[in-house]
Nanobody
Framework: QVQLVESGGGLVQAGGSLRLSCAAS????????MGWYRQVPGKQRELVAV???????NYADSVKGRFTISRDNAKNTVYLQMDSLKPEDTAGYYC??????????????WGQGTQVTVSS
């Protein structure tokens, strides 16, 4: 069974930084794109950043220049470095990965979420 386990959320003041991590474990043949999404209560989950297996990245306009996504393919881990945080970045952050697992079945997996709270 494949799992995504996130860490690194917390409470930070505006202008501060946090680094999120998400590690995939289990029977994994290949990890394709990995990404971070966020959601606040009552709103749809939105894409924050995504990175391909080859390292190509894409960001939401609201985080460009402040957030950096990266990955370590040897560890099946994706990171999100968040700098210059704003109160509007407050949300639950969820890791997502497209993984080819046992039986060469490809599917999307989600982490359990980690809360990021930015105080003004």
């Amino acid at each position: 069974q494949v799992q995504l386990v996130e860490s690194g959320g917390g409470l930070v003041q505006a202008g501060g930084s946090l680094r999120l991590s998400c590690a995939a474990s289990g029977i994994i043949f290949r990890v394709n794109a990995m990404g971070w999404y966020r959601q606040v209560p009552g709103k749809q989950r939105e894409l924050v950043a995504v990175i391909s297996s080859g390292g190509n990245t894409n960001y939401a306009d609201s985080v460009k220049g402040r957030f950096t996504i990266s990955r370590d393919n040897a560890k099946n881990t994706v990171y999100l470095q968040m700098d210059s945080l704003k109160p509007e970045d407050t949300a639950g952050y969820y890791c997502n990965a497209e993984i080819i697992g046992s039986g060469l079945t490809r599917r999307d997996y989600w982490g359990q979420g980690t809360q990021v709270t930015v105080s003004s």
